[in-house]
């Protein structure tokens, strides 16, 4: 079992950029597929980015792509979220997530067994 902390949000205006980085426990990093999950206020949570263990395919949603990237360094457990034109739409807590086993293009969007505990972005207009 793992931890997952998150660190790296904050305030910032629309156009600008924030890195989320998630640190996480454990030995077993490099078998997890990690993701990133966020929730607005007043709405369902969502996902927002995967990547695998390997870090070989990264999926996104649809809100995102082309302007946040997913990647991980697996010889310091961390994965990060790079967040690049940052619009009011994208103020939420942002979860980082992890996956036991396999992930894939099927599961990518579901089935997380561990969650951290979240960080705030706000993205002011």
């Known amino acids: 079992q793992g931890q997952l902390v998150e660190s790296g949000g904050g305030l910032v205006q629309a156009g600008g950029s924030l890195r989320l980085s998630c640190a996480a426990s454990g030995r077993t990093f490099g078998l997890y597929g990690m993701g990133w999950f966020r929730q607005a206020p007043g709405k369902e949570r969502e996902f927002v980015a995967a990547?695998?263990?390997?870090?070989?395919?990264?999926y996104y949603s649809d809100s995102v792509k082309g302007r946040f990237t997913i990647s991980r360094d697996n010889a310091k457990n961390t994965v990060y979220l790079q967040m690049n034109s940052l619009k009011p739409d994208d103020t939420a807590v942002y979860y980082c997530?992890?996956?036991?086993?396999?992930?894939?293009?099927?599961?990518?969007?579901?089935?997380?067994?561990?969650w951290g505990q979240g960080t705030q972005v706000t993205v002011s207009s």
């Open positions: 997530v992890a996956k036991v086993g396999a992930l894939t293009s099927g599961n990518y969007y579901r089935g997380y067994d561990y």
């Open positions: 990547i695998t263990r390997s870090g070989s395919s990264t």
